[in-house]
């Protein structure tokens, strides 16, 4: 791993972040003060903003970049990332830089660094998937989610932690150790896009991609305190993501606004028209009391009640009914999901040219969970082709219209609830976690709210909704119809803008 610091001094840059610690060291706080002031405005502008600052000429996209390496060098003990070339990253800000000065073309993303969470490819940094095995794997191309981002002008900025393999959400990884929350670094950042959401949390990076195959990018969203997108099932390229379940999985935006997660929706998807002005008034937001609001964390439960109040007294109205079956078709959706990890995580390896086959793959897990929970899904007997088909072709489709007459039957425009019912939870309880004064299993319990849109294709916007009184951030999440994801958007933004701001995390120590 890169000693950030001593690139820095190397290569003359971060001068601001250099002279601060040197001053602080020596015992001149004042010093301190006025260098994190110095970048403190930089740090805090979201990748639309940037855009604009480097598009305009405001901001050269070299200084952005060395302010955020020297943002990461403030952050590195919260373990972040896998793979960085700040090097690499300095060069092509001074080329995006170069293309500006000569009047060339520019994309909507042009000398803005991203963040990529590390199971999805990319040419120029290994794609690990947070896995000892493929700690070399170099893939011959980028994923196409990623190549549309850098064809608008991204940058690469670094690969992220992960709950090795995305299968878990704590982010505890036993191979590349685990990544910590940056509002409490003794904390969870949720996962398993926890590497991407801390790293936009801790302002290393204005925004980036993550996975999100049960909750995976609105978890560490709503622990992390930013906004994550999960969109409609097959709306985003899935190629070139190591994979657990095609049903379920899907890339997906992370950043600290909604507003940024719309610039890189559009930029992925090529539906990038300004989104539609959504008045909060007459705005229709189902609540599933049913197993949404069940078993809450008081913090989280107090969080979302003032929520609610924001948004009725905005004059959203609140419709009280649940989704007709529920409970017995999201069970069916579980034996579909879990066929899929045994079969296509093996033909991934074959097809990307790893060299790894998966029993040298399972042998070098290094999380204790994520071990158990690959020997459960290989050890256990398959279910048939017949039974596959069965949950495919009857009961997803039977699961997919209920949320879809459940929308049109109450003529909702989006349904409300807590992202996850609690807030993040010490690092090390990868098994159970204390909610209201007993222990109960991590990863359900976690998940619980944000996989059942996956298993229906619908998509999932979480969005900050405030801190507990132990400063951890608590999220909620809409969900709305299939396909709807812009209109989704747009309500996010309505919503997101009658609520207050969630804080940044106090500064780095």
């Not at 610039?263 to 007459?282: E, K, M, Q, R, W």
């Not at 929520?307 to 649940?322: C, K, R």
């Not at 709305?480 to 106090?506: F, H, K, N, Q, T």
Request: glycine share 12%; with cysteine.
């Amino acid at each position: 791993m890169i000693d950030r610091r001593e690139l820095l001094k190397a290569i003359g840059l971060g001068a601001v972040v250099i002279a601060g610690e040197w001053l602080l060291a020596a015992g001149t706080g004042r010093g301190r003060a006025v260098a994190q002031t110095a970048a403190t405005d930089t740090v805090e502008l979201t990748a639309a903003q940037a855009a604009a600052a480097i598009r305009n000429g405001e901001l050269s996209a070299e200084s952005y970049a060395e302010r955020l390496i020297a943002q990461g060098t403030a952050w590195r003990h919260l373990n972040a990332f896998i793979s960085e070339d700040p090097v690499a990253v300095l060069a092509a800000a001074r080329a995006a830089d170069e293309r500006r000065r000569a009047g060339e073309p520019l994309g909507p993303l042009h000398g803005v660094p991203l963040v990529i969470k590390d199971n999805i490819d990319t040419l120029d940094l290994p794609t690990t998937g947070g896995t000892a095995a493929l700690r070399s794997h170099r893939p011959s191309r980028n994923a196409p989610v990623v190549q549309a981002l850098f064809d608008a002008g991204a940058l690469l900025f670094g690969k992220t932690n992960l709950h090795e393999l995305a299968m878990g959400i704590t982010n505890n990884n036993g191979v590349f150790g685990a990544v910590g929350n940056p509002y409490d670094p003794s904390m969870i950042p949720g996962g398993s896009s926890g590497g991407t959401g801390a790293a936009i949390g801790a302002r290393i990076a204005p925004a980036g991609l993550g996975s999100d195959t049960g909750g995976s990018v609105r978890i560490p969203a709503a622990l992390c305190g930013i906004a994550g997108l999960r969109p409609s099932s097959g709306r985003y390229p899935g190629a070139g993501i190591v994979p657990i379940s095609s049903t379920n999985d899907t890339p997906g935006p992370m950043a600290r606004d909604v507003t940024d997660l719309a610039l890189l929706d559009g930029v992925i998807t090529g539906d990038s028209a300004p989104l539609p002005a959504v008045p909060l008034s007459g705005l229709r937001l189902g609540l599933h009391r049913e197993h949404f609001w069940e078993d809450l964390d008081p913090q989280t439960a107090a969080i979302m009640t003032r929520v609610l109040t924001t948004l009725t007294d905005a004059g959203v109205e609140l419709v009280e009914e649940s989704i007709p079956g529920f409970r017995r078709l999201r069970a069916a959706m579980g034996f579909a999901a879990r066929q899929e990890a045994r079969t296509e995580l093996v033909r991934d390896l074959d097809e990307s040219d790893t060299g790894i086959d998966v029993e040298a793959l399972i042998g070098q897990i290094g999380s204790p969970d994520v071990r158990a929970f690959i020997a459960e899904i290989f050890d256990a007997p398959a279910i048939s082709e017949a039974e596959y088909r069965q949950v495919m072709e009857v009961y997803r489709p039977r699961y997919q219209a209920a949320y879809a007459e459940y929308f049109s039957a109450n003529r909702l425009d989006a349904m409300i609830f807590p992202a996850t019912p609690l807030p993040a939870r010490p690092i090390g309880h990868d098994d159970t976690v204390e909610l209201n004064g007993r222990q109960v299993p991590t990863f359900p319990t976690f998940a619980r709210n944000t996989a059942p849109a996956s298993g229906a294709g619908i998509p999932g916007l979480a969005i900050p909704a405030g801190l507990s009184e132990d400063g951890l951030p608590v999220g909620l999440e809409i969900d709305g119809p299939v396909m709807s994801d812009r209109r989704l958007l747009a309500i996010g933004l309505a919503i997101e803008g009658a609520l207050p701001r969630v804080p940044p995390p106090r500064s780095a120590p």
